[in-house]
T-cell receptor
């Protein structure tokens, strides 16, 4: 069965510092991988996705993620954190049937001024 | 984000009440989903509808009753809820056709059961 592990339920960075949010997955089929962001009292918004092709994926708001099959990872990065990046981030993997997504537990990103 | 709308945004109900949550997607998708998001717990998938047919029910108590009259509308009927059902209920939609595509989420309904 597919599963997602997000290392660190809370991550704190200074404004302007590198953001690194970790995601490892388990999948019995070639995975489709996603990162979503959730701001307070809102739904989830898609940041980026990996399906096939280039393993470095660029998304909105300056975020990117790299699919590493050998490490079963899909970590999310941003070179320079902004205060507006403070939110909760979810990594997700498609299930084997392709009918649904399996989400990680989420990582809350705090950005310090 | 206006692709997926949910009403109401906030709902307070007693344990003996009956209420319904509504979701509408304007993206031409063929699959819709209900999720429950509780504090300090992972996102829980409740129901999945593909082409108006329910394809998944993740052991959800019968006090939650979904309805999908067409590919654009999804309802969640609530009755005799418990305080632990208080949560953010999120609706999502996607296009499913042999491959999984991303899901688009609504803003959610914040439900409080008193």
């Amino acid at each position: 069965a597919q599963s997602v592990t997000q290392l660190g339920s809370h991550v704190s960075v200074s404004e302007g510092a590198l953001v690194l949010l970790r995601c490892n997955y388990s999948s019995s089929v070639p995975p489709y991988l996603f990162w979503y962001v959730q701001y307070p009292n809102q739904g989830l918004q898609l940041l980026l996705k990996y399906t096939t092709g280039a393993t470095l994926v660029k998304g909105i708001n300056g975020f990117e993620a790299e699919f590493k099959k050998s490490e079963t990872s899909f970590h999310l990065t941003k070179p320079s954190a902004h205060m507006s990046d403070a939110a909760e981030y979810f990594c997700a993997v498609s299930d084997a049937n392709g009918n649904k997504l399996v989400f990680g537990a989420g990582t809350i990103l705090r950005v310090k001024s | 984000e206006t692709g997926v709308t949910q009403t109401p945004r906030h709902l307070v109900m007693g344990m003996t009440n009956k209420k319904s949550l509504k979701c509408e997607q304007h993206l031409g998708h063929n699959a819709m989903y209900w999720y429950k998001q509780s504090a300090k717990k992972p996102l829980e998938l409740m129901f999945v509808y593909n082409f108006k047919e329910q394809t998944e029910n993740n052991s959800v108590p019968s006090r939650f009753s979904p309805e999908c009259p067409n590919s654009s509308h999804l309802f969640l009927h609530l009755h005799t809820l418990q305080p632990e059902d208080s949560a953010l209920y999120l609706c999502a939609s996607s296009q499913v056709s042999g491959h999984i595509y991303e899901q688009y989420f609504g803003p959610g309904t914040r439900l409080t059961v008193t």
